[in-house]
């Protein structure tokens, strides 16, 4: 499978972003997926995660009230809405995929996705 992240940008402190991630290669419904970011210096820290069939969300507290993760099966993608952003959004952000993830703890670590995205800039200027 074959993730494509696009729609990030430059936007002021407040602003709102979407990000979409295309799946390719297989069906989206196959996998848990999630966002991930990468602040420079940092490690690559969890977003959210959404479960194959998306009745289930979970968020890091950092982006909870403020953040909304979504997909669309039918068409093979994957959403993270971004409200009211801070400079401390500012990072690439990855879309990450897995067929056998189990939802729980391990679903916040970056060593239970094996698909990743090529990553997206998002940057909030203050």
């Known amino acids: 499978v074959q993730l494509q992240a696009s729609g990030g940008g430059l936007v002021q402190a407040g602003g709102s972003l979407r990000l979409s991630c295309a799946v390719s290669?297989?069906?989206?419904?196959?996998?848990?997926m999630g966002w991930f970011r990468q602040a420079p210096g940092k490690e690559r820290e969890f977003v959210a995660a959404?479960?194959?069939?998306?009745?289930?969300?979970y968020y890091a507290d950092s982006v909870k009230g403020r953040f909304t993760i979504s997909r669309d099966n039918a068409k093979n993608a994957l959403y993270l809405q971004m409200y009211s952003l801070k400079p401390e959004d500012t990072a690439v952000y990855y879309c990450a995929a897995d067929p056998t993830t189990a939802w729980g703890q391990q679903t916040l670590l970056p060593t239970s996705y094996n698909y990743w995205g090529q990553g997206t800039q998002v940057t909030v200027s203050s």
């Open positions: 290669g297989r069906t989206a419904s196959r996998y848990v």
């Open positions: 959404i479960t194959k069939s998306g009745p289930s969300t």
